[in-house]
Protein backbone atom coordinates (compact mmCIF):
# COMPACT_ATOMS: atom_id res chain seq x y z
CA UNK A 1 0.00 0.00 0.00
CA UNK A 2 1.58 3.40 -0.96
CA UNK A 3 1.81 5.97 1.41
CA UNK A 4 0.10 9.87 1.64
CA UNK A 5 0.62 11.01 -2.29
CA UNK A 6 0.11 15.27 -2.92
CA UNK A 7 -2.47 15.09 -3.95
CA UNK A 8 -3.73 11.89 -1.46
CA UNK A 9 -4.17 11.71 2.12
CA UNK A 10 -7.71 10.94 3.31
CA UNK A 11 -11.31 11.51 2.34
CA UNK A 12 -14.08 11.37 4.72
CA UNK A 13 -17.81 10.73 3.06
CA UNK A 14 -20.76 11.12 5.48
CA UNK A 15 -24.52 12.45 4.91
CA UNK A 16 -26.59 11.69 8.00
CA UNK A 17 -26.41 13.34 11.33
CA UNK A 18 -25.25 9.92 12.87
CA UNK A 19 -22.59 9.45 10.48
CA UNK A 20 -21.12 12.88 11.09
CA UNK A 21 -21.61 12.26 15.00
CA UNK A 22 -19.18 9.11 14.84
CA UNK A 23 -17.17 10.65 12.05
CA UNK A 24 -16.49 13.78 14.10
CA UNK A 25 -13.84 12.19 16.51
CA UNK A 26 -11.85 10.70 13.81
CA UNK A 27 -11.66 13.99 11.94
CA UNK A 28 -10.35 16.11 14.74
CA UNK A 29 -8.04 12.93 15.64
CA UNK A 30 -6.36 12.87 11.94
CA UNK A 31 -6.56 16.78 11.86
CA UNK A 32 -4.44 16.59 15.22
CA UNK A 33 -2.01 14.49 13.60
CA UNK A 34 -1.52 17.08 10.85
CA UNK A 35 -3.40 15.12 8.35
CA UNK A 36 -7.11 16.57 7.55
CA UNK A 37 -8.82 14.57 5.66
CA UNK A 38 -11.21 15.98 2.65
CA UNK A 39 -14.64 16.03 3.87
CA UNK A 40 -17.10 14.62 1.55
CA UNK A 41 -20.98 15.97 2.71
CA UNK A 42 -23.92 14.19 0.41
CA UNK A 43 -26.33 16.56 2.49
CA UNK A 44 -28.38 12.86 3.22
CA UNK A 45 -30.00 14.36 6.56
CA UNK A 46 -29.50 18.48 5.34
CA UNK A 47 -31.85 20.14 8.30
CA UNK A 48 -30.02 17.62 10.64
CA UNK A 49 -26.69 17.47 9.88
CA UNK A 50 -25.87 21.63 9.43
CA UNK A 51 -26.20 22.69 12.56
CA UNK A 52 -24.66 19.82 14.06
CA UNK A 53 -21.61 20.41 12.05
CA UNK A 54 -21.30 24.50 12.70
CA UNK A 55 -22.02 23.47 16.83
CA UNK A 56 -19.09 20.76 16.22
CA UNK A 57 -16.58 22.98 14.05
CA UNK A 58 -16.47 20.82 10.82
CA UNK A 59 -16.38 22.53 7.16
CA UNK A 60 -17.14 20.20 4.39
CA UNK A 61 -15.13 20.32 1.59
CA UNK A 62 -17.15 19.21 -1.03
CA UNK A 63 -21.24 19.29 -0.65
CA UNK A 64 -22.88 17.10 -2.73
CA UNK A 65 -26.49 18.32 -2.10
CA UNK A 66 -28.24 14.76 -3.73
CA UNK A 67 -31.75 14.66 -1.81
CA UNK A 68 -34.62 15.44 -3.79
CA UNK A 69 -38.25 15.54 -2.93
CA UNK A 70 -39.82 12.11 -2.61
CA UNK A 71 -36.69 10.60 -4.06
CA UNK A 72 -37.26 6.67 -3.79
CA UNK A 73 -33.61 5.06 -2.53
CA UNK A 74 -33.36 3.78 -5.94
CA UNK A 75 -32.85 7.49 -7.22
CA UNK A 76 -31.01 8.91 -4.11
CA UNK A 77 -28.49 5.34 -4.75
CA UNK A 78 -28.08 6.26 -8.29
CA UNK A 79 -27.33 10.13 -7.65
CA UNK A 80 -25.27 9.22 -4.93
CA UNK A 81 -22.93 6.55 -6.62
CA UNK A 82 -22.51 9.09 -9.52
CA UNK A 83 -21.64 12.28 -7.58
CA UNK A 84 -19.26 10.55 -5.02
CA UNK A 85 -17.48 8.76 -8.12
CA UNK A 86 -17.23 12.39 -9.66
CA UNK A 87 -16.41 13.37 -6.64
CA UNK A 88 -13.39 11.11 -5.70
CA UNK A 89 -11.63 11.22 -9.44
CA UNK A 90 -11.53 14.68 -8.49
CA UNK A 91 -9.53 14.53 -5.20
CA UNK A 92 -7.73 11.04 -6.06
CA UNK A 93 -7.53 10.00 -1.86
CA UNK A 94 -5.51 7.07 -0.70
CA UNK A 95 -8.05 5.55 1.29
CA UNK A 96 -12.14 6.80 1.73
CA UNK A 97 -13.41 6.70 5.42
CA UNK A 98 -17.25 5.32 5.69
CA UNK A 99 -19.64 4.81 8.80
CA UNK A 100 -22.13 2.40 9.31
CA UNK A 101 -25.16 1.92 7.00
CA UNK A 102 -26.50 4.38 5.42
CA UNK A 103 -26.84 4.71 1.50
CA UNK A 104 -24.59 7.21 1.84
CA UNK A 105 -22.14 4.97 3.49
CA UNK A 106 -22.51 2.15 0.65
CA UNK A 107 -22.40 4.68 -2.46
CA UNK A 108 -18.98 5.86 -0.70
CA UNK A 109 -17.78 2.09 -0.39
CA UNK A 110 -19.10 1.40 -4.21
CA UNK A 111 -17.63 4.90 -5.70
CA UNK A 112 -14.31 4.19 -3.92
CA UNK A 113 -14.72 0.14 -5.12
CA UNK A 114 -14.99 1.71 -8.75
CA UNK A 115 -11.87 3.93 -8.26
CA UNK A 116 -9.71 1.66 -7.01
CA UNK A 117 -9.58 3.56 -3.65
CA UNK A 118 -9.40 1.02 -0.38
CA UNK A 119 -11.89 1.78 1.79
CA UNK A 120 -11.81 2.20 5.24
CA UNK A 121 -15.41 0.83 6.96
CA UNK A 122 -15.80 2.16 10.92
CA UNK A 123 -18.17 0.82 12.90
CA UNK A 124 -18.13 -2.63 10.40
CA UNK A 125 -19.53 -6.04 11.46
CA UNK A 126 -23.02 -5.22 13.39
CA UNK A 127 -25.20 -7.78 12.05
CA UNK A 128 -29.04 -8.20 12.93
CA UNK A 129 -29.10 -11.58 11.02
CA UNK A 130 -32.59 -10.35 9.07
CA UNK A 131 -31.50 -9.19 5.23
CA UNK A 132 -34.53 -6.63 5.79
CA UNK A 133 -34.80 -5.41 9.24
CA UNK A 134 -33.68 -2.81 9.79
CA UNK A 135 -34.54 -1.96 6.26
CA UNK A 136 -32.45 -1.00 4.23
CA UNK A 137 -29.53 -0.66 6.53
CA UNK A 138 -28.74 -4.50 7.93
CA UNK A 139 -27.98 -5.22 3.34
CA UNK A 140 -26.07 -1.80 3.41
CA UNK A 141 -24.05 -2.63 5.69
CA UNK A 142 -23.27 -6.37 4.34
CA UNK A 143 -22.56 -5.01 1.42
CA UNK A 144 -20.12 -2.57 2.32
CA UNK A 145 -17.58 -5.05 4.29
CA UNK A 146 -17.79 -6.33 0.42
CA UNK A 147 -16.03 -3.68 -0.42
CA UNK A 148 -13.46 -3.05 2.44
CA UNK A 149 -10.27 -2.93 3.01
CA UNK A 150 -9.88 -2.09 6.73
CA UNK A 151 -12.92 -3.03 8.97
CA UNK A 152 -12.81 -1.18 12.45
CA UNK A 153 -15.47 -2.91 14.39
CA UNK A 154 -16.56 -1.50 17.46
CA UNK A 155 -16.64 -4.80 19.74
CA UNK A 156 -15.61 -7.93 19.82
CA UNK A 157 -18.98 -9.59 18.63
CA UNK A 158 -18.71 -7.63 15.70
CA UNK A 159 -15.41 -8.04 14.52
CA UNK A 160 -16.32 -12.00 15.06
CA UNK A 161 -19.72 -11.64 12.66
CA UNK A 162 -16.45 -10.39 9.84
CA UNK A 163 -14.03 -13.33 10.08
CA UNK A 164 -17.12 -15.86 10.23
CA UNK A 165 -17.98 -14.24 6.72
CA UNK A 166 -14.82 -14.67 5.58
CA UNK A 167 -12.86 -11.46 6.42
CA UNK A 168 -8.89 -11.75 6.71
CA UNK A 169 -8.49 -11.22 10.82
CA UNK A 170 -5.44 -9.33 9.65
CA UNK A 171 -7.71 -6.64 7.94
CA UNK A 172 -9.80 -5.83 11.15
CA UNK A 173 -9.14 -3.93 14.44
CA UNK A 174 -11.90 -3.99 17.42
CA UNK A 175 -12.05 -0.08 18.35
CA UNK A 176 -14.73 0.21 20.45
CA UNK A 177 -17.12 2.87 18.52
CA UNK A 178 -16.31 6.28 17.82
CA UNK A 179 -20.23 7.46 19.50
CA UNK A 180 -18.51 7.50 22.81
CA UNK A 181 -15.13 9.72 22.14
CA UNK A 182 -17.90 12.01 20.79
CA UNK A 183 -20.71 11.91 23.88
CA UNK A 184 -17.62 12.10 25.95
CA UNK A 185 -16.22 15.43 24.23
CA UNK A 186 -19.96 17.01 23.99
CA UNK A 187 -20.29 16.21 27.98
CA UNK A 188 -16.65 18.03 28.88
CA UNK A 189 -17.00 21.32 26.41
CA UNK A 190 -20.65 21.49 28.41
CA UNK A 191 -22.59 22.10 25.12
CA UNK A 192 -26.08 21.62 25.22
CA UNK A 193 -29.09 21.91 27.79
CA UNK A 194 -31.80 19.54 28.63
CA UNK A 195 -35.63 19.04 26.81
CA UNK A 196 -36.48 18.19 30.24
CA UNK A 197 -38.79 20.84 31.91
CA UNK A 198 -39.80 19.12 35.30
CA UNK A 199 -38.07 19.22 38.98
CA UNK A 200 -38.28 17.94 41.86
CA UNK A 201 -38.60 13.35 42.25
CA UNK A 202 -40.84 12.75 39.04
CA UNK A 203 -38.81 10.29 36.69
CA UNK A 204 -37.38 11.09 33.33
CA UNK A 205 -38.01 9.26 30.58
CA UNK A 206 -36.58 9.90 27.02
CA UNK A 207 -37.90 8.14 24.05
CA UNK A 208 -36.79 7.97 20.41
CA UNK A 209 -38.86 6.45 17.26
CA UNK A 210 -38.33 6.72 13.84
CA UNK A 211 -37.93 3.53 11.87
CA UNK A 212 -39.10 2.18 9.25
CA UNK A 213 -40.34 -1.05 10.22
CA UNK A 214 -41.97 0.83 13.36
CA UNK A 215 -44.13 2.82 11.67
CA UNK A 216 -47.87 2.69 11.57
CA UNK A 217 -49.48 0.25 13.84
CA UNK A 218 -46.53 -0.35 15.80
CA UNK A 219 -45.60 3.04 16.67
CA UNK A 220 -49.14 3.80 17.17
CA UNK A 221 -49.16 1.14 19.94
CA UNK A 222 -46.00 2.81 21.73
CA UNK A 223 -47.74 5.89 21.60
CA UNK A 224 -50.20 4.23 23.77
CA UNK A 225 -47.97 2.77 26.21
CA UNK A 226 -46.25 6.44 26.78
CA UNK A 227 -49.81 7.83 27.36
CA UNK A 228 -50.57 5.07 29.76
CA UNK A 229 -47.07 5.73 31.59
CA UNK A 230 -47.74 9.49 31.69
CA UNK A 231 -51.04 8.72 33.45
CA UNK A 232 -49.39 7.56 36.27
CA UNK A 233 -48.29 11.24 36.97
CA UNK A 234 -44.52 10.45 38.43
CA UNK A 235 -42.87 10.80 35.01
CA UNK A 236 -42.22 13.17 32.48
CA UNK A 237 -41.67 12.00 29.41
CA UNK A 238 -39.48 13.79 26.35
CA UNK A 239 -40.14 12.62 22.87
CA UNK A 240 -37.93 14.81 19.88
CA UNK A 241 -39.81 14.35 16.89
CA UNK A 242 -38.32 13.03 13.84
CA UNK A 243 -39.09 14.73 10.58
CA UNK A 244 -40.65 12.23 8.85
CA UNK A 245 -44.32 12.79 8.19
CA UNK A 246 -44.41 8.87 8.45
CA UNK A 247 -43.59 9.29 12.30
CA UNK A 248 -45.27 12.55 12.96
CA UNK A 249 -48.89 11.32 11.59
CA UNK A 250 -49.03 8.53 14.14
CA UNK A 251 -47.51 10.26 17.15
CA UNK A 252 -49.25 14.03 17.28
CA UNK A 253 -52.53 12.55 17.47
CA UNK A 254 -51.86 10.07 20.57
CA UNK A 255 -49.17 12.55 22.07
CA UNK A 256 -50.51 15.84 21.35
CA UNK A 257 -50.98 17.80 24.75
CA UNK A 258 -50.87 14.93 27.03
CA UNK A 259 -50.35 16.33 30.53
CA UNK A 260 -46.73 14.70 31.42
CA UNK A 261 -45.64 14.30 28.24
CA UNK A 262 -43.36 16.88 26.41
CA UNK A 263 -42.89 16.83 22.23
CA UNK A 264 -40.00 18.92 21.01
CA UNK A 265 -38.59 19.46 17.52
CA UNK A 266 -35.99 16.76 16.82
CA UNK A 267 -32.77 17.64 18.95
CA UNK A 268 -29.52 19.04 17.91
CA UNK A 269 -26.58 16.73 18.78
CA UNK A 270 -25.30 18.49 22.08
CA UNK A 271 -29.06 19.43 23.20
CA UNK A 272 -29.82 15.46 22.90
CA UNK A 273 -26.80 14.24 24.81
CA UNK A 274 -27.89 16.71 27.72
CA UNK A 275 -31.55 15.55 27.66
CA UNK A 276 -29.66 11.92 27.27
CA UNK A 277 -27.59 12.63 30.45
CA UNK A 278 -30.50 14.38 32.17
CA UNK A 279 -32.82 10.77 32.27
CA UNK A 280 -33.27 8.22 34.18
CA UNK A 281 -34.74 5.85 31.32
CA UNK A 282 -34.57 5.60 27.32
CA UNK A 283 -37.15 3.91 25.49
CA UNK A 284 -35.82 4.02 21.81
CA UNK A 285 -35.59 2.35 18.18
CA UNK A 286 -32.40 4.21 18.03
CA UNK A 287 -29.14 1.88 16.98
CA UNK A 288 -26.65 4.85 18.70
CA UNK A 289 -28.67 5.20 21.58
CA UNK A 290 -28.09 1.57 22.95
CA UNK A 291 -24.23 2.64 22.44
CA UNK A 292 -24.39 5.83 24.45
CA UNK A 293 -26.30 5.21 26.91
CA UNK A 294 -24.80 2.97 29.24
CA UNK A 295 -21.49 4.98 29.83
CA UNK A 296 -24.16 7.56 31.34
CA UNK A 297 -26.13 4.79 33.72
CA UNK A 298 -29.23 5.19 31.67
CA UNK A 299 -31.52 1.58 31.04
CA UNK A 300 -32.75 1.03 27.38
CA UNK A 301 -35.54 -0.31 26.16
CA UNK A 302 -35.49 -1.24 22.67
CA UNK A 303 -38.70 -1.18 21.02
CA UNK A 304 -37.99 -3.31 18.25
CA UNK A 305 -37.88 -7.13 17.42
CA UNK A 306 -34.23 -7.37 16.34
CA UNK A 307 -31.14 -5.29 16.88
CA UNK A 308 -27.30 -5.39 15.43
CA UNK A 309 -26.03 -4.42 18.91
CA UNK A 310 -26.65 -7.12 21.07
CA UNK A 311 -23.74 -6.80 23.62
CA UNK A 312 -25.67 -3.88 25.34
CA UNK A 313 -28.31 -6.83 26.20
CA UNK A 314 -25.84 -9.36 26.94
CA UNK A 315 -24.22 -7.11 29.02
CA UNK A 316 -27.75 -5.99 31.08
CA UNK A 317 -28.01 -2.60 29.95
CA UNK A 318 -30.27 -3.01 27.86
CA UNK A 319 -33.42 -4.82 26.97
CA UNK A 320 -35.20 -5.89 23.44
CA UNK A 321 -38.52 -5.68 24.13
CA UNK A 322 -40.28 -4.93 20.78
CA UNK A 323 -43.42 -2.98 20.13
CA UNK A 324 -45.70 -5.23 22.17
CA UNK A 325 -47.76 -3.00 24.16
CA UNK A 326 -48.22 -5.10 27.09
CA UNK A 327 -44.66 -6.39 27.29
CA UNK A 328 -43.57 -2.60 26.67
CA UNK A 329 -45.60 -0.90 29.33
CA UNK A 330 -44.72 -3.87 31.92
CA UNK A 331 -41.00 -3.70 31.28
CA UNK A 332 -41.11 0.28 31.80
CA UNK A 333 -43.09 -0.13 34.87
CA UNK A 334 -40.88 -2.26 36.16
CA UNK A 335 -37.89 -0.53 35.76
CA UNK A 336 -39.59 2.37 37.08
CA UNK A 337 -40.69 0.78 40.57
CA UNK A 338 -38.28 -1.88 40.97
CA UNK A 339 -34.75 0.20 42.71
CA UNK A 340 -32.66 -3.02 42.47
CA UNK A 341 -33.44 -3.96 38.69
CA UNK A 342 -32.74 -0.06 37.79
CA UNK A 343 -29.35 -0.87 39.81
CA UNK A 344 -28.47 -3.59 37.67
CA UNK A 345 -28.97 -2.38 34.57
CA UNK A 346 -27.51 1.49 35.54
CA UNK A 347 -24.41 0.01 36.93
CA UNK A 348 -23.23 -2.14 33.64
CA UNK A 349 -19.99 -1.16 32.05
CA UNK A 350 -20.31 0.28 28.34
CA UNK A 351 -19.71 -2.85 26.09
CA UNK A 352 -19.14 -0.56 23.46
CA UNK A 353 -16.12 1.12 23.97
CA UNK A 354 -13.65 3.57 26.44
CA UNK A 355 -13.81 6.92 24.00
CA UNK A 356 -10.27 6.11 22.78
CA UNK A 357 -11.59 4.60 19.58
CA UNK A 358 -10.89 7.44 16.99
CA UNK A 359 -6.89 6.81 17.99
CA UNK A 360 -7.29 3.85 17.43
CA UNK A 361 -8.33 4.21 13.91
CA UNK A 362 -5.91 6.58 12.78
CA UNK A 363 -2.67 4.94 13.74
CA UNK A 364 -4.11 1.84 12.24
CA UNK A 365 -4.85 4.27 8.82
CA UNK A 366 -1.30 6.09 9.05
CA UNK A 367 0.63 2.91 10.05
CA UNK A 368 -0.89 1.54 6.94
CA UNK A 369 -0.92 4.55 4.54
CA UNK A 370 3.19 4.98 5.34
CA UNK A 371 3.02 8.13 7.63
CA UNK A 372 4.68 8.56 10.85
CA UNK A 373 1.65 11.58 11.75
Same mark, same amino acid.
Given at each position: ?29 ? #? ?26 ISTTV ?12 ? +? ?8 ? &? #? ?41 ? $? ?28 ? =??? #?????? $? ?20 ? +?????? #? ?6 ? *? +? ?29 ? *? ?8 ? $? ?12 ? *? ?8 ? &?? /? ?8 ? *? /? ?22 TERPE?? &? ?9 ? $? ?29 GKAAG?? =? ?11
Amino acid at each position: MSGFTANGGLAVVFGTRPEAIKLAPVIREL #TGRGLPPVIINTGQHRELLDPLLRRMSISTTVDLDVMRANQPLSG +LTARLSDSLG &E #TLRKFRPDAVIVQGDTTTALCGALAAFYERIPVAHIEAGLRSG $VTDDPFPEELNRRLVSQLTRWHFAPTPRAA =AAL #TNEGVD $VSDVDVTGNTVIDNLFWVLEQG +LGQSAF #TTEGDKKR *I +LVTLHRRENQGYRMNGVAQVLRRLAARGDVE *IVLPLHRSPS $VRDVLLPVLGGQPG *ITLVEALEYP &EF /TATLAACDLI *I /TDSGGVQEEAPSLGKPVLVARDTTERPEAI &EAGAARLVGTD $VTALFEAATALLDDAELYRSMASVINPFGDGKAAGRI =AARLCADLGTTA
